[in-house]
């Protein structure tokens, strides 16, 4: 397996915006879904967007209305566009799988392969 590859953080200030970008072969994406995870300074991994192949998105409460995510195919590319930032949204962003537990399509926090990551720093 080769790690996703995530690009677009930086530095913004409330209110700002990012396009996050995690490119990864193709295998990636023939989990139930993939998504967004991000992990606050402190904190624990928490997921915070997920698309299926149908296009059905999910999106955390805190995130609702401001993030969009997004999928090219043919790219083996997944986005995450944030807007109207706040200093809350501050974390390292990956992207990554997410898998059946059995009844449900569910985060995968022990997932193995995760990337570098992307470091969000949002400042008031």
């Known amino acids: 397996q080769v790690q996703p590859v995530e690009s677009g953080g930086g530095s913004v200030q409330a209110g700002g915006s990012l396009k996050l970008s995690c490119k990864a072969s193709?295998?990636?994406?023939?989990?139930?879904?993939v998504g967004w995870y991000r992990q606050p300074p402190g904190k624990e991994r928490e997921l915070v967007s997920s698309?299926?192949?149908?296009?059905?998105?999910k999106y955390a409460e805190s995130v609702k209305g401001r993030f969009s995510i997004s999928v090219d195919n043919d790219k083996n590319t997944l986005y995450l566009h944030m807007n109207s930032l706040k200093t809350e949204d501050t974390a390292v962003y990956y992207c990554?799988?997410?898998?059946?537990?059995?009844?449900?399509?569910?985060?995968?926090?022990?997932?193995?392969?995760w990337g570098q990551g992307t470091q969000v720093t949002v400042s008031s």
């Open positions: 193709g295998y990636f994406f023939v989990n139930c879904a």
């Open positions: 990554g799988p997410l898998g059946w537990n059995g009844l449900e399509c569910s985060p995968l926090y022990d997932y193995g392969h």
């Open positions: 698309i299926r192949s149908d296009g059905t998105s």
